[in-house]
Structures are given as C-alpha cells and as structure tokens.
C-alpha cells in the first residue's frame, strides 16, 4: 500500500475540499475512537491504494490535509470505535463508508453479505469481519467551479407558479426529438425539446423526484426490480450518477448545473424532493453504508440503545434534536441553494422532520433553523405535512413561510367529482385555498399545494378508468399500494371501446384539470396527466423503471393536451384565479356587490341550509375582479374581469339562472368542459338568462372589464 505526505487540515468545511493543490478531508464522529481515510484509484478495487489515519480532531470532527490529490479521486472511510448494538454504537473497520458529505458517488451498491456489519443468519449482535469495500459506491473529490454565466433564479411569485411533478428518467427516455444517447438524464431535462414542452405547456416550477443519491433495495434487485422513486438517500449532497450521461466522477454534478443553468435561462425554476428522515440504511438488520458505522448513536433515532425509531415505514428515522443532524440538513440545503442553484425543496414526510421526543412540534429547532437561515428561508419550502407515526398527518400546520401539499384538497375534489356524498361547504373551502385550514395562522392561500394526483396513486386517467389498484406487476400480491383512492371507473374497469365511457372519462379528466388550475392556491400537475399518461391501474409503482412509468410521448391524448395548456394560459392570465389574499366576502365599497357570492341555480344567493346539503352536487360562484384588494410591484392596482364559474357534479344537466343585473350586464362564456371550450370570445349571455350546464361539467363566464360600472 503506497504511503503519502499529508497536513493536519481543517474541520470545515466538512466533506472533501480540492483547493487547487490538494484535498482538505473532514468528517463528524462523535463516538468514534479512530477513523482512516480510503484511497482508491478505480471504482471496482476491492482495495484501496492508500489509507490514511486521521489524527487530527477539532468539535467531533476528524479531519486531514492530503496536497497533490485532484478532482475525481475516489475515496471512503473506515470507523474504528465499540461494536456494542445495545448501547448504540455499531462501529466496523472491516465496512468501508461514504462520506455523508460527498458531492458525488462513483459506483452502485453492489448487494453482497459483506455490506452488513453482522453476519448474514445470525442476529444483529454478531459481527461480520468481511471487507465491504468492492461492493460500495465510493465517495468522490469534486471540482466545484462551474461557469453559471449570468444565472438568475426566476423567483416566481407562489400566486403565479405552476408546479410539476415529474421524474428525471420517466419523463424523457421514450422521447422521440432526444437523442437517444442523453434519454432519462439530467440533460435530456435541460435540453431545449424539453424546456420548449415545459413553457408551452404553462409550467413555471419543475419538481423533481428524489436525485439526491440513492440505494436500489436488495428485496427489489432479488425479484427484477428497482426503487424507481428514489426515496431511499444515502448520500445527501451527491445528485445521483443513474442520471448522469457524461460520467459518474464528478461529471454528473456539472451536468446538473447545466441542466439547472438551461431551466433557469427559459424562467423555469428547479424544486428538489428531499427525503431527509431516513436512509438507506434501514433497522438493526439492514446495511452499513454510511451513517451506521460512521456515528450509529448520533445520526439516529433509537430506542433501548439497540432499536430505531421508525416514523417513516423504511426501518429508520434521522434525529433531526442531534446537533449533527440538523447541521447536516441545513449544509444540504444551502449546499444544493448557492452551489447547484435550485429553488425550493419539497420535504417528504415532513412530519418526521418536526418531531420532538414523539410528538409533532412545529416550534422545534429545525424550523428554527431553517426560519433564520438568510439563504434557506428565501425559496421555496413545501411540507409533505404527514408522516406514518402517531398524530403524523399535520395538514394545515406547519409554520409561516411554509407551502403544504393538500391531501384534503386531493380528496375532496376527488370526492365531488365522482358523485360522493360530501358537503358543498368543503368543497367550496378547497376552492378557495383551503382558508379553514391556513388563514388563521397567517398564512395566504398560496400554502396550499393543491393537486389531484401525485407519483403515489393512480395517474389522472387511471383515476376515471379503475376502481380498483392492478399492482401485480410489483411483486407483492396487488396488497401494496392504497385501496381506498376515491376513484370512478366510469362504469368499466379499464380501457374500453364504449364510446360513451370513453367521453365521460375525458369530460372528468377536463374537469378535474380545471377544478384544479381555477382553485385559489398552487397547482401541482403530474407529468404526462395532461397527455392522458397511464399507468394500467398501478398506483404504486414505485419499483417499476419501464414503460409502465416512463411517459409514453406517442400515445399522447393531443387533444386533452391543448385543453390543459389552454385552461393553464387563462388561469394565469386572470389575477382572480391567482389571488394573493383571502376572499373578505364583503361587499365592494359603493355597489353592495361581494367579492365572492355563492348562487343556487335559480339565480339566488345559497343560504346556510344549502350549504350543509351533502347530496347537493351544483354551485355557482361570482367572482368579483374589482375586488382583488392587490396592487402590482410597481404599486398599480390590480383589477380582473369578474367571472361566473357553475359547477355541476350532478349526473344530469342543470339549468342556471344569470343573476340580477347588478352583478354583471353582460356575460361571456369562455370556458365549457363538457365540449372541451376555453375561448374567451364565447357566446354572450345577459342578467336573468338561463344558461344550460351539461351533466358532470364545468362553465366559466366572464364579465369584460370594460362593461363594469
């Protein structure tokens, strides 16, 4: 084994540092008696070139300074310290680690008994002497400079952002205008196809699935499978290299700021889906990768020494009360803020991140932390606000500066549009950014992320197409995945040649589109839900890397397409379905109009009694433009159109009566969903005229601004 020069170094930044000359090492063990630095010159050696003791410490920090090492050099750790699982501590040399810290990883975990510090077929309490070192990803020195030229984060307003969900790979490996060789990576997102699809489609805000580096489960690999979803991190600051197509040594962090770079130049902003309460480590009987053998009494959650707490159903859970822990989180996120350039972050299982002993505190130090953090605070912070533990579903509250996503929102509009029995008043609630659930806590309705379908669950076309989940594909008996998803057929369980079925089934996928893009809130839409993306009934198809969740570009529904980019460019061009305020409800000063009334199809004002009718399946709702109580940033006032929007979830036509003149003298239809219309230069209608509102559909009219008194 070669021997080096090496300096004492420093303790920060922690994670490897190329200065020009050499590489600074620095890593946090508390509990460990010792720590060697692992060299290695490929990927695959089952051992390293050089080991180096780090002698050196300074706050729990081990740290070392190695001059001549570059960009690319592959490295692990190996921790000495007590392998006592009862009292926590799960220290073995023989398991070379990643670096928690590491800005890329060279390599995939490559499933052998050697990953694990017990031996295979004995308890946890045994201790395994085999070298893990061949099968583990190694950490790697990365060279930080990168021309960003002149990137300026969009920052969209919340009122005027559109989200969407989608997956790295998913979205462009069937791409027919990519070239092949850059399909499923960080490129192809960036690639101008992709980014032309993305503006002329409305979206401002990417949301990507998980890319922090992850670990494809061994249960998975066993059965032909993978974790297509990415939710099972190791390595946090590391964007995952199955995405790169330029390299795994540091190449796949320049190719996501390339990516990153190219969004940002077309105004499209870049969300990550952060999965920061657990690992990939698993309980007492999974693998020692990272953390585990690293510091196991200080990364995580545990009970009765030996034990992990486990609020998020994949066998651990970080503790986010350790000092450590939450440093790590915070140097993640601003890592990913200032050095790769995104825009916000979506929290998966949020909860599990704001838990104190067990209970949910949203006080807690981690959104202290983040709260004052001048570069964290600044973007975009979205809750997954539930988590799989006692009292984890949290809706509605998390704290100021935080956006949620509305399960609530998902189920009612679900619920109202499949003909269950539920009370108008909910729905209309959700309509309105959900104020029962936001507004007292000083927040706007922009704190909701409302969506109607996310990756887990059924996509939008399977949500009109099945009642039933089909999850035989993954292996497990079609027992994974949720059962009760609020879904209709229509009357057939999956495809189908009745015509009849199959019009009903696009007249609900327009109305669902438009309940979502004419709700006051964040839109979310998942991609390829606006081309009719199936899934056939998988609503979990979280370890299903093929045609079953690639989007499947050339069986695109064209026309559902153009409805969505259409009903998208009128949502947004109207500030009255972007409000950054509340609705008062009040009348607007001098006239005696509301800013928001609610009608009964005969043209009347709802009074308390209609609102508690649970079997009530219509509601019209006047919406006033002169009331938006908003000015521009140039301190201009915002005015709108007013508009009347009648729903009708009932399964026969409905006629509806105009109001009185004083709401509005002329009226415009622009929007029918049940004959696929968005045209704001529609047929006109006048106070008192009687309007037909199809069985199961959608009408929007507008009052010109130019008629208003």
């Known amino acids: 084994m070669k021997s080096t020069t090496t300096y004492p170094g420093d303790p920060f930044p922690l994670g490897s540092k190329y200065d020009g000359k050499g590489v600074n090492f620095a890593i946090f063990a508390e509990n460990a008696t010792g720590i060697d630095l692992c060299l290695f010159d490929e990927v695959s050696n089952a051992k390293e070139t050089v080991r180096i003791p780090l002698e050196e410490r300074a706050y729990h920090i081990w740290h070392v300074y190695v001059p001549g090492l570059k960009p690319g050099q592959l490295y692990g750790y190996r921790v000495h310290g007590p392998y006592e699982p009862e009292n926590g501590h799960r220290f073995n040399p023989n398991k070379l680690l990643i670096d928690p ?58 009122n005027k952002t559109v989200i969407y969900e989608t997956h790295v790979k998913g979205f462009t490996q069937l ?147 350790q000092p450590n822990v939450l440093r790590l989180i915070m140097d993640s996120l601003r890592y990913w803020i200032l050095e790769m350039h995104v825009d916000g972050f979506r929290f998966d299982l949020a909860s599990t991140l704001a838990r104190g002993l067990h209970e949910i505190d949203k006080l807690n130090s981690f959104f202290d932390v983040i709260y004052q953090d001048p570069i964290i605070s600044q973007v975009k912070l979205i809750a997954e606000p539930w988590d799989v533990g006692e009292g984890g579903y949290q809706v509605g509250k998390f704290p100021p500066g935080w956006a949620e996503w509305n399960g609530m929102y998902r189920d009612c509009v679900r619920d109202y549009w499949r003909g269950a029995d539920s009370k108008l008043g909910e729905f209309a609630q959700r309509f309105l950014g959900s104020p029962d659930l936001y507004q007292e806590g000083y927040r706007s ?89 199936t899934q056939q009934g998988n609503n979990n198809a979280y370890c299903q890397d093929n045609e079953i969740s690639w989007v499947n570009w050339e069986a695109a529904d064209q026309e559902l397409l153009e409805f969505t980019r259409k009903v998208i460019r009128f949502s947004k061009s109207h500030p009255v379905f972007c409000r950054r305020g509340w609705f008062k409800g009040q009348p607007i000063k001098g006239t005696g109009v509301e800013d928001i009334a ?21 509601l019209g709702i006047f919406m006033s433009g002169h009331a938006l109580r908003s000015v521009s940033a140039t301190g201009k006032r915002i005015v709108d159109d007013n508009f009347y929007v009648l729903f009708n979830a009932h399964y026969e036509s409905i006629d509806y009566k105009i109001p009185p003149e004083k709401w509005g003298t002329t009226w415009i239809k622009v929007l029918d969903t049940s004959t696929a219309l968005v045209d704001e230069e529609g047929e006109k209608f006048q106070p008192d005229d009687t309007i037909t509102v199809a069985a199961r559909s959608v009408v929007v009219l507008k009052n010109p601004l130019s008629t208003h008194k």
């Open 101 to 158: 810290y590491t800005k890329a990883l060279a390599g995939t975990v490559e499933w052998d008994n050697s990953l694990f510090s017990y031996k295979i077929g004995e308890d946890d309490l045994s201790f395994n002497e085999e070298d893990s070192a061949p099968f583990l990803p190694k950490s790697v020195v990365v060279d930080s400079s990168f021309d960003w030229e002149d990137d300026v984060a969009p920052k969209v307003p919340y």
């Open 175 to 321: 791409h027919p205008d990519i070239p092949e060789e850059i399909r499923g990576s960080y490129a192809a997102l960036g690639h101008p196809v992709t980014i032309k699809y993305l503006k002329d489609l409305g979206i401002t805000s990417v949301e990507l699935m998980p890319i922090h580096a992850f670990v494809k489960d061994s249960h998975l690999v066993e059965k032909g499978l993978t974790n297509y979803w990415g939710y099972n991190t190791i390595a946090f600051f590391a964007p995952d290299a199955g995405y790169s197509s330029s390299g795994v040594q540091g190449e796949q962090v320049t190719e996501f700021k390339t990516m990153v770079k190219e969004l940002h130049k077309a105004g499209i902003e870049v969300i990550l889906d952060v999965v920061y309460n657990h690992t990939a480590e698993g309980n007492e009987m999974g693998p020692t990768l990272s953390f585990k053998g690293i510091d196991n009494a200080a990364y995580y959650r545990l009970h009765d020494g030996r034990y992990y707490m486990d609020y998020t159903g994949t066998g651990n859970t970080l503790n986010v009360m």
């Open 445 to 533: 309705p922009t704190a909701s992320i409302n969506f109607i379908t996310a990756h887990d669950g059924f996509t939008l076309n399977d949500l009109v197409s099945y009642n039933d989940k089909h999850n035989e594909a993954n292996g497990e008996d079609n027992k994974d995945g949720e059962s009760h998803n609020r879904s209709w057929n229509c009357g057939v369980e999956g495809p189908t040649e009745d015509a009849e079925i199959i019009a009903l089934r696009a007249q609900q996928k327009r109305n669902l589109i438009t309940t979502l893009f004419l709700s006051q809130g964040v839109a979310m839409l998942v991609a390829g839900d606006e081309m009719g993306r």
């Open 598 to 618: 609610w009608f009964l199809p005969e043209g009347t004002e709802m009074s308390d009694e209609d609102w508690q009718n649970g079997f009530a399946k219509s």
